[in-house]
């Protein structure tokens, strides 16, 4: 059983920089020992290839989410990951997405041209952001919402760990 925590986004655009800043508060966290937590920033191409090879069972993505409710607002998303690569004989060049505005769907979706696709489920942990203008710091709505994402997060990887239930290795 493999669990990968990733915060994304831009710290340069302040509450854009929220996955990032969720994936630093984690890091010291008591987690499962299948859980790793990593900070991709805007390396959504990394991040892929990453997903393609790196055999998760769970894949939580950590980026601040616009679905117009009030800033702040904490959303766990489940995408469609069945979306299919470039046309057989396509090219990839064509295909290859603008690296500094790639969302959780297009890294999922370039992820799946990589490779044999994804993680077997993944889940986004998104927060409303209030302000995505250039600055470092995330604004203060944003910023008390970090410590809950964490948590929601920690708790989908003890619900995903519970639902699936222990892995049981055989003697040899």
Request: aromatic share 6%.
């Given at each position: 059983m493999k669990i990968l925590v990733a915060g994304v986004?831009?710290?340069f655009l302040r509450d854009?920089?929220?996955?990032?800043?969720?994936a630093r508060h984690l890091d010291g966290a008591d987690l499962p020992e299948q859980a790793t937590v990593?900070?991709?920033g805007i390396r959504g191409i990394h991040l892929a290839y990453e997903l393609t090879g790196g055999g998760y069972d769970l894949t939580i993505l950590v980026d601040a989410t616009t679905r117009g409710g009030p800033p702040g607002t904490l959303y766990v998303l489940e995408p469609d990951t069945g979306t299919p690569g470039p046309a057989p004989g396509a090219s990839h060049?064509?295909?290859l997405p603008d690296a500094h505005a790639l969302t959780p769907e297009t890294v999922l979706a370039l992820a799946g041209t990589f490779g044999d696709g994804t993680a077997?489920?993944?889940?986004?942990?998104?927060?409303?952001?209030?302000?995505i203008?250039?600055?470092m710091d995330l604004t203060a709505t944003v910023a008390q919402a970090v410590p809950k994402a964490a948590d929601m997060v920690t708790e989908l990887i003890h619900q995903h760990l519970a639902e699936t239930g222990p892995v049981h290795q055989e003697n040899p």
């Open positions: 986004g831009n710290i854009d920089g929220f996955g990032v800043a969720v990593a900070d991709f060049a064509a295909a077997a489920k993944v889940l986004i942990v998104g927060c409303e952001p209030a302000d203008s250039p600055g």
